[in-house]
């Protein structure tokens, strides 16, 4: 899963730990370092938690962008 490496950069760079991350979607630390290492797939609501919880656009995430503000941020400038 080649954009597990921008959740962890993402992550790292807004000063979130995972375990941090893992309670605001509303899962067990070891259940998020499961997806973020890639043993576990990420499923598409889940990957929308994440975006959620960091602040930013699933594109910049999924590489279709390399521009990681979201959509709602955009809108309202």
């Given amino acids: 899963m080649y ?6 950069e993402v ?5 979130y730990s ?9 899962m067990e630390q070891t259940q ?3 997806y973020e290492r ?3 797939e990420i499923k ?11 602040n930013v656009s699933s594109d910049y995430i999924l590489e279709l962008t390399d521009n990681p503000e ?3 941020t955009i809108k309202q400038k």
Wanted: glycine fraction near 8%; include cysteine.
């Fill in 3 to 8: 954009f597990l490496k921008r959740i962890r």
């Fill in 44 to 54: 598409v609501n889940v990957l929308i938690d994440i975006c959620k919880a960091l």
């Fill in 70 to 72: 979201t959509f709602w």
């Fill in 18 to 26: 995972q375990e941090k991350i893992a309670k605001k979607i509303g």
């Fill in 38 to 40: 890639g043993e576990n």
């Fill in 32 to 34: 998020y370092s499961r």
């Fill in 11 to 15: 992550r790292k760079e807004r000063g």
